[in-house]
T-cell receptor, first 115, second 116 residues
Framework: AQKVTQAQTEISVVEKEDVTLDCVYE???????LFWYKQPPSGELVFLIR??????QNEISGRYSWNFQKSTSSFNFTITASQVVDSAVYFC????????????FGGGTRVLVKP | KAGVTQTPRYLIKTRGQQVTLSCSPI?????VSWYQQTPGQGLQFLFE???????NKGNFPGRFSGRQFSNSRSEMNVSTLELGDSALYLC???????????????FGAGTRLSVL
């Protein structure tokens, strides 16, 4: 069985603060993929990043960065210098090698950035 | 390229009725997956179709069914609606079935179903 846990249900910050979203996963697969998606109020899930289990390099994309630590089964996401437009619900998801395109999602973290 | 299109965007039904939701994937994408999102259960996988064949199914009752057409468009059907079926139904498409290089799934804006 696969499981994704996002312990933080809601985070509120003031603009320009950094915010880190935690994601812990469980899987018996040795090959798996991790994803982050953003869900703005419009409802659609917007893809942010995909990482496979063999690539533990951290990644930075603009104000976004991701820290993948296989030893602790975590794939955390940091928004640097947050902006109001970052307000959304963020989901971490896992897909095992044999699971086709099935994604197992965490419960999501709502981020509220106040001006 | 147009994104994933779901119709209708909003739907109101009463208990016992049935409903059909439609999803048009991104052009060239052959895999379509469906998810149900509710405040209580979060995002849950319903099923996945590739080349008109169901490849994977989530843990939902048989009242939930789907199909995919030769042009990759997909429909899902819920029969004998219950109050608990009220949810946002999201469709996602990807180029091919998941494998060695796991596909990125691109989501539509969803159909919000309210069952009264």
């Amino acid at each position: 069985a696969q499981k994704v846990t996002q312990a933080q249900t809601e985070i509120s910050v003031v603009e320009k603060e950094d915010v880190t979203l935690d994601c812990v996963y469980e899987t018996r697969d040795t090959t798996y993929y991790l994803f982050w998606y953003k869900q703005p109020p419009s409802g659609e899930l917007v893809f942010l990043i995909r990482r496979n289990s063999f690539d533990e390099q951290n990644e930075i994309s603009g104000r976004y960065s991701w820290n993948f630590q296989k030893s602790t089964s975590s794939f955390n996401f940091t928004i640097t210098a947050s902006q109001v437009v970052d307000s959304a619900v963020y989901f971490c998801a896992l897909s095992g090698y044999a699971a086709g395109n099935k994604l197992t999602f965490g419960g999501g973290t709502r981020v509220l950035v106040k001006p | 390229k147009a994104g994933v299109t779901q119709t209708p965007r909003y739907l109101i039904k009463t208990r016992g009725q049935q409903v059909t939701l439609s999803c048009s994937p991104i052009s060239g994408h052959r895999s379509v997956s469906w998810y149900q999102q509710t405040p209580g259960q979060g995002l849950q996988f319903l099923f996945e179709y590739f080349s008109e064949t169901q490849r994977n199914k989530g843990n939902f009752p048989g009242r939930f069914s789907g199909r995919q057409f030769s042009n990759s468009r997909s429909e899902m059907n819920v029969s004998t609606l219950e109050l608990g079926d009220s949810a946002l139904y999201l469709c996602a498409s990807s180029p091919r079935d998941g494998g060695a290089s796991k596909n990125i799934q691109y989501f539509g804006a969803g159909t919000r179903l309210s069952v009264l």
